[in-house]
């Protein structure tokens, strides 16, 4: 039934009926209902914590209340504390209530039965908890065979001697035959004879002097372990006198806790191991392994020298890796074989899962650790809490490689190198290969060995295998993708009990020798460094014939230095992206496994040869950056006066006719266009910038650089990502940002440059346009002319004449603007000689003091300024002599460059008498622009992303320092190389716009 508003139901009770008929009371129960069902919405329902641990001697804990409930009378608390039960001297009454009644038992019959329901009188004594006592050797009756309940119990004696040879069972009820190794006329075992762990060991067998210590080397401390105690000489003396199967794994699960370690003792664990080992050289071995003895478990490999790389370098393993293809074979199958601390086996075990793996993750990741060529790397950080109770016991584990082969199938033992194992107090494992002792089993997590006192109280120290790495080597030139058998290297770490946490770390890897790739890289650098040394030489002659300065001097070798930084810097480079794009291609193109990546640690030599790279490529570019802003220019005016203007003279008041000035204006101008060209670029910068981050972050490029074997652009967050190789993140990145560069490049002189805009060329033509050639001086000897002579004479004009001289040269009715005539050639490379160099110096010397500091300056000259106007009009007057052959003694010859001359950069004539014009129609006048160094700085640009990333593990952080760092260059350029054209040109600062 439910309650009713205007027709509708307001809501309905769960169960039952409202026993209300709504009426003439409607709306007060309305409201009341209204109130209590918000009051019952807005209940919280809150219970108080409460453990088993928490509740009193005389409570039990309650699991259907979640709370301590109090026991009845004669009562207390059972050991789990999850019930109640009878104190001593009270049996059980059971009710139908669920809960127990105690009674106090009669004087005739004090005792309480084992059940707990019925009282007996006994034969003797009572125990603490008020059941009869039997002496020992007896077993207690309570019932006859029926089960009826005696009046009285018995203590039954067990017959210890032939024929029974029987003693009580562990819960002292009945009697059963003792242990086969006791002496065959009686279960006593009587001296000489030694009872351990319920065997009785004949004498001088085994010296019970054992060590029972478990040493703890990181921590400098031994512990008296309580499980070593119970079970260190009775496992060593039945698997020496008994072969006992389960006391030999048991003897060689005590080795394994002592990390396989040797000690001058040969009382300890692994000493009584090798004893009983030794003991057996005469029987047969297993599965036809010298190092597998008959009953003993498998530990060692043995300790002759040398004998790790046979095992480990000699046969591969008989069968092959495919990536792709039908063949197609990544699957690595480990099988376990796992064994308890007491030397039982359990299972066979497929490793793929968390078993080898401490570290909680999906079983998706935890599986691609066993998916060949791919590197896994899984750590985290466990609580020793959680270790201490996950793994109350170590569990053993043998590991195989599963061959496969169907019903034949065969299996492969995985060598193991603990690398924490001492011999004799060395920690031989941490040494060459050739002194390796490698073993055989491992364990995880040992909370058990270091309980100190008894085997219930926590442990001091526990043992973790903080590191398990499995390795895989390829075998030298193969085509079929064949390794040799993996190793599993496991570091165990001693944790303290007040350790709140411990580092655990999974990982596979896989190497092969790289010497040989190691040594083709180093011939590449070594032959492309000797050319870079020859190729340096040249530059360094061309140099000095450029300067005119036929002494070797220190600034000669320091010039050498810097040419051979820059080449050095190319040498590295080259080599360095080689590398990359071919482990790239290689080993991600591969069907069968032929190559397999460097480790990370095999990377840091060409890490370092990156580095360099830069360090040299950024010696290039500052010495680039220097010559650029500080090379010698001169803007030769060619305009003459058109008339004359009137002025009056003071002296007879006569006019006299001076010629009108010529405007500063084309000047202007074309100093603001060339400073406006000095950092202009045959590449975008941040078009660069972005494109680089689309394909890489985008489009998932970046994942080509992860240390597996597969292509794919997109990775799921469902699988496990590997880690980044930098070689091939390098090799990507480099590749990638040099691709885009050189596309750049092609686009901007195919395209851009004939069909939108070339700045260089419109210069060229400006300078014709305004009547203005420009002199480039970057050594002291040689540089570069461009003719901006205009045909038409004049360029200070009006419009109409400008325009109609641009029509007259569009139509061929005047002179060509080339230097000679008939010819187009504007620009020319210059070598001049040293006696025009010299008077070059000589004019410009006024110039040159200008931009000295003011106490440098003559104080006595009244006006510097028009010093230095004098000096400009006598230098502009000079060099356009100069060009119009008008000095016999400082003529020059126009020829062209030999094609070798080009291509090494370097003329082979020297201009003795007269100075020389090669013709340059490829304008590389560019050379001191940023436009004609694109290749310098495309590869430090290439270079600073690619550093930036590698330390930095982020393209996104390597693209913003670049697009800054290009930045900060670009205005250091424009800055300084304003500053030089202030001062070597006169043109004011404040006309350059």
């Avoid at 926590?458 to 079929?480: G, H, M, N």
Wanted: neutral net charge.
């Amino acid at each position: 039934m439910g309650l009713w508003v205007k027709g509708r139901p307001m809501f309905t009770m769960a169960t039952g009926t409202l026993p209300l008929v709504v009426n003439r009371h409607k709306v007060p129960l309305t409201l009341f209902l209204l109130i209590n069902s918000g009051l019952l919405n807005c209940q919280q329902f809150i219970v108080p914590y409460k453990a088993p641990t928490d509740c009193s001697a005389e409570e039990f804990f309650d699991i259907s209340s979640l709370s301590c409930a109090r026991c009845g009378p004669n009562q207390q608390r059972s050991t789990t504390g999850l019930s109640c039960i009878c104190i001593t001297g009270y049996q059980t009454l059971t009710t139908d209530k669920g809960s127990i009644t105690c009674q106090l038992c009669p004087s005739d019959k004090p005792a309480v039965t084992t059940g707990g329901f019925e009282c007996i009188r006994c034969p003797g004594s009572l125990t603490d908890e008020g059941n009869c006592k039997c002496p020992q050797g007896s077993v207690l009756v309570e019932r006859d065979v029926n089960g009826n309940l005696l009046d009285e119990a018995r203590c039954e004696t067990c017959n210890r001697n032939a024929p029974a040879l029987a003693v009580p069972n562990s819960s002292g009820d009945r009697c059963e035959r003792c242990q086969a190794t006791f002496i065959n006329t009686s279960c006593d075992c009587n001296p000489p004879n030694v009872l351990a762990g319920g065997l009785c060991i004949p004498p001088g067998s085994l010296s019970t002097n054992v060590n029972p210590s478990v040493n703890y080397a990181q921590l400098k401390v031994s512990i008296q372990s309580a499980w070593f105690v119970n079970n260190l000489y009775s496992s060593s003396a039945a698997c020496l006198v008994f072969s006992n199967l389960t006391a030999c794994q048991s003897l060689g699960n005590m080795c394994v806790m002592n990390m396989h370690s040797f000690s001058g003792l040969s009382t300890d664990a692994c000493g009584l191991f090798n004893t009983i080992f030794r003991s057996r050289a005469a029987l047969s071995s297993t599965q036809d392994i010298s190092y597998w003895r008959n009953n003993l478990p498998w530990l060692y490999y043995g300790d002759e020298p040398g004998l790790a790389s046979r095992v480990l370098q000699t046969d591969p393993v008989p069968i092959g890796f495919s990536f792709r293809g039908r063949n197609k074979n990544t699957d690595i199958k480990l099988l376990a074989a796992v064994y308890n601390v007491r030397g039982e086996f359990l299972r066979w075990e497929p490793v793929g899962g968390s078993n080898l793996q401490l570290c909680p993750d999906t079983t998706t990741k935890q599986a691609a650790a066993f998916s060949f060529g791919t590197a896994y790397q899984q750590s985290c950080d466990l609580s020793v809490a959680k270790l201490l109770d996950t793994h109350p016991e170590p569990l053993f584990y043998d590991v195989f490689m599963d061959l496969g082969g169907g019903e034949n199938s065969k299996l492969l033992p995985l060598p193991t190198l603990v690398y924490n194992q001492q011999y004799n107090g060395r920690f031989i494992n941490q040494e060459s290969m050739k002194n390796w002792y490698l073993s055989r089993r491992m364990f995880l997590v040992d909370t058990l060995s270091g309980r100190e006192k008894s085997m219930s109280s926590p442990p001091k120290i526990i043992r973790v295998a903080s590191s398990v790495k499995i390795r895989f080597q390829l075998v030298p030139r193969t085509q079929e993708g064949q390794v040799f058998p993996p190793l599993m290297t496991v570091t165990y770490r001693d944790v303290p009990i007040d350790t709140q946490a411990v580092s655990i770390t999974f990982s596979v890897e896989y190497e092969m020798d790289q010497n040989e790739a190691r040594a083709k890289t180093d011939t590449a650098l070594g032959v492309m460094g000797g050319v870079a040394v020859l190729y340096s030489l040249l530059k360094t002659v061309s140099w000095k014939r450029r300067i005119a300065s036929p002494l070797i001097d220190v600034e000669t070798m320091l010039k050498f230095l810097l040419f051979y930084a820059g080449d050095l810097a190319n040498v590295f480079f080259a080599v360095t992206v080689g590398t990359g794009l071919y482990w790239l291609i290689f080993y991600k193109a591969q069907q069968f496994v032929s190559v397999l990546l460097p480790l990370p640690a095999q990377e840091e030599q060409f890490v370092t040869y990156i580095g360099c790279a830069f360090a040299l490529k950024a010696i290039q570019f500052l010495h680039k950056l220097i010559l650029q802003v500080s090379v010698d220019i001169f803007f030769i005016d060619w305009e003459r006066p058109r008339s004359k203007a009137s002025r009056p003279v003071q002296a007879t008041g006569e006019p006299k006719r001076d010629p009108s000035p010529v405007s500063i204006w084309r000047t202007y101008f074309v100093a603001n266009e060339w400073n406006e060209i000095q950092t202009i670029r045959k590449i975008s910068p941040t078009f660069q910038i972005m494109a680089v981050l689309f394909f890489l972050e985008v489009l998932g490029f970046s994942n080509l650089a992860l240390r597996d074997p597969w292509p794919t652009l997109e990775r799921s967050a469902q699988v496990y990502t590997p880690p980044y190789s930098l070689m091939l993140r390098y090799g990507l990145a480099a590749t990638l940002w040099l691709c885009i560069g050189v596309l750049q490049v092609i686009f901007f002189t195919v395209f851009h440059e004939h069909f939108v805009e070339d700045k260089i060329r419109q210069f060229v033509d400006l300078c014709s346009i305004s009547n203005i050639s420009v002199l480039l001086l970057s050594h002291r000897c040689f540089g570069y002319y461009i003719h901006g002579r205009s045909v038409h004479g004049h360029a200070d004009t009006n419009m109409e004449e400008m325009n109609n001289n641009l029509k007259r040269e569009s139509e061929s009715l005047c002179g060509q603007r080339g230097l000679l005539p008939n010819t187009e050639i504007q620009t020319f490379q210059v070598s001049l000689t040293n006696r025009l160099r010299s008077q070059y110096e000589r004019i410009r010397e006024p110039l040159n003091r200008r931009s000295r500091p003011s106490r440098l300056m003559d104080a006595s000259s009244a006006n510097q300024f028009e010093q230095n106007a004098r000096a400009y009009h006598t230098m502009n007057h000079f060099l356009g002599s100069i060009i119009d052959h008008a000095h016999s003694d400082m003529d020059y010859i126009v020829k062209d460059k030999l094609m070798f001359e080009r291509v090494i950069g370097m003329e082979f004539l020297e201009p003795s008498e007269k100075s020389i014009f090669y013709n340059d129609e490829a304008h590389s006048f560019s050379d001191v622009l940023f436009y004609g160094n694109e290749a310098t700085l495309l590869i430090f640009d290439t270079l600073f992303f690619c550093v930036v990333d590698l330390g930095s593990q982020s393209f996104v952080l390597a693209a913003v320092l670049t697009y800054v760092q290009q930045m900060i260059f670009r205005l250091i350029r424009n800055a300084l190389g304003r500053r030089n054209l202030v001062n070597k040109t006169l043109v004011d600062d404040r006309f350059l716009i």
